[in-house]
């Protein structure tokens, strides 16, 4: 009878647990949503599937300049068509990869600061600045690595090792 007591007991405290972490994840999934949102996640989305549909495009034009508009069309029409889907799952990721790297109160104040007036031009801002690091980095990145490889050949050949 002891047994049942603290096998039932056991049972009870796992029930209550897990009930428990089940309403943490539902209450983190829900300010992963609002700051999700106050981010404008969905417009960073569709403009990276609206570049990549350019790139594509782009890429169909230079094989064969003489394509007709309609395929075209069709490869926009069906990025057009497909992007809730893919923005939907982007969503569901997004809920458990922040959870891993924000704790509840952490995302509480991540949003009590993009309500800001400084965190709304946070967002407005990001995405031509991200652009305006990368085009920095794409212009520094090149001769860096170049010097770096040099150095790193120089280096492993005196001390014996010959990479090509």
């Known amino acids: 009878m002891r047994f049942f007591k603290v096998t039932a007991g056991i049972c ?14 539902e209450d983190r999934n829900k300010l992963v949503l609002e700051l ?7 417009r960073i989305i569709a403009a990276s599937v609206d570049g990549m549909t350019k790139d594509i495009t782009t890429a169909i034009r ?3 300049p003489n394509v007709p508009q309609e395929v075209i069309d069709i490869v926009v029409d069906v990025a057009r068509e497909d992007t809730p889907v893919f923005m939907r799952a982007m969503f569901r990721d997004m809920m458990p990869l922040m959870g ?14 993009y309500k800001t007036p ?5 967002i407005q ?10 085009n920095v980095m794409a212009q520094r990145l090149p001769p860096f690595a170049k010097a770096m490889q040099g150095r790193m050949l120089k ?3 005196d001390k014996g090792y010959k990479i090509q």
């Open 125 to 134: 801002i990001m995405p031509q600045m991200t652009a305006d690091i990368s």
């Open 62 to 64: 230079q094989r064969e």
């Open 12 to 25: 009870f405290a796992l029930v209550l647990w897990s009930g428990t972490a089940s309403a943490q994840i």
């Open 118 to 122: 400084l965190g709304q031009k946070a």
């Open 36 to 42: 999700l949102r106050l981010m404008q996640f969905d």
């Open 100 to 113: 891993k790297y924000y704790s509840v109160d952490e995302l509480r104040e991540l949003i009590k600061f």
């Open 155 to 157: 280096r492993l050949a």
